[in-house]
T-cell receptor, first 117, second 113 residues
Framework: KAGVTQTPRYLIKTRGQQVTLSCSPI?????VSWYQQTPGQGLQFLFE???????NKGNFPGRFSGRQFSNSRSEMNVSTLELGDSALYLC????????????????FGPGTRLTVT | QKEVEQDPGPLSVPEGAIVSLNCTYS??????FMWYRQYSRKGPELLMY????GNKEDGRFTAQVDKSSKYISLFIRDSQPSDSATYLC?????????????FGTGTLLAVQP
C-alpha cells in the first residue's frame, strides 16, 4: 500500500512570494492534517480537512490556507511568505471514525522543506 | 506551560542498552498516546499507540501510560544504532471533533556501536 506522498520535497522562495504544497493521502484515508515543524516550536498543527471541509484550524495567521479535493488530495497555500515560514511542512492522513470522531492513527508523509530567503 | 513536555536530550547510549523515553502532560482529556520515530530529513513514523492507561509491547518496544500521573514512557530494549533518531510523543483526545495531535518537542537518541 502506497504511503503518503508530498510534492515538492524541497522549495526555495523569497519573501513576499506565495507557495502551494501538495499532499496525497493513503488510499482510503479521507482525513488530511497539515503540520509545521521547526527546530524552535516542534510540530504544530495547521489545519485538518475531511470530506473537502476544513474541520479544525491551528493558531496560524490567515496567510496559511488549504483545501481538499474530492479524491482526498489536499493542498496548502502560504501567501506573502516571511522568513519565519521556513520549516518542514508535513501532512498526515488518517481514517476518521465512521462517527466522525478523531482517529489516533495518523501517518505522515516525508514533508516539504520550505526555505524562505 | 506546554500541554506536553518532553526532554529534548540528546540522549546517548551504548548499543544493547535499555532506553527510557518519557513525556508528561497536563490535559486529562487525552486518551490516545502515540510514539513516533523521526529520522533526519524524514517524516515521523508511527511506532506505537496505546489507549488510556496500561502497557503495550511490540518487539523491542514497550509503551506505558500512567494516566494518574499524566506520564507516558517508551522503553527500547537491546538498542541498536539503527534506533538513532528523534522520538516524539503525541496525544489526542478520544471521540473529540478534532484530529489534532499534540506533540512533545522530541528526544534525540544516539545509540553508539
Amino acid at each position: 500500500k502506497a504511503g503518503v506522498t508530498q510534492t515538492p520535497r524541497y522549495l526555495i522562495k523569497t519573501r513576499g512570494q506565495q507557495v502551494t504544497l501538495s499532499c496525497s493521502p493513503i488510499s482510503g484515508h479521507r482525513s488530511v492534517s497539515w503540520y509545521q515543524q521547526t527546530p524552535g516550536q516542534g510540530l504544530q498543527f495547521l489545519f485538518e480537512y475531511f470530506s473537502e471541509t476544513q474541520r479544525n484550524k491551528g493558531n496560524f495567521p490567515g496567510r496559511f490556507s488549504g483545501r481538499q479535493f474530492s479524491n482526498s488530495r489536499s493542498e496548502m497555500n502560504v501567501s506573502t511568505l516571511e522568513l519565519g515560514d521556513s520549516a518542514l511542512y508535513l501532512c498526515a492522513s488518517s481514517k476518521r471514525q465512521p462517527t466522525g470522531a478523531s482517529s489516533y492513527e495518523q501517518y505522515f508523509g516525508p514533508g516539504t522543506r520550505l526555505t524562505v530567503t | 506551560q506546554k500541554e506536553v513536555e518532553q526532554d529534548p536530550g540528546p540522549l546517548s547510549v551504548p548499543e544493547g542498552a535499555i532506553v527510557s523515553l518519557n513525556c508528561t502532560y497536563s490535559n486529562s482529556a487525552f486518551q490516545y498516546f502515540m510514539w513516533y520515530r523521526q529520522y533526519s530529513r524524514k517524516g515521523p513514523e508511527l511506532l506505537m499507540y496505546t489507549y488510556s492507561s496500561g502497557n503495550k509491547e511490540d518487539g523491542r518496544f514497550t509503551a506505558q501510560v500512567d494516566k494518574s500521573s499524566k506520564y507516558i514512557s517508551l522503553f527500547i530494549r537491546d538498542s541498536q544504532p539503527s534506533d538513532s533518531a528523534t522520538y516524539l510523543c503525541a496525544m489526542i483526545a478520544y471521540g473529540g471533533a478534532t484530529n489534532k495531535l499534540i506533540f512533545g518537542t522530541g528526544t534525540l537518541l544516539a545509540v553508539q556501536p
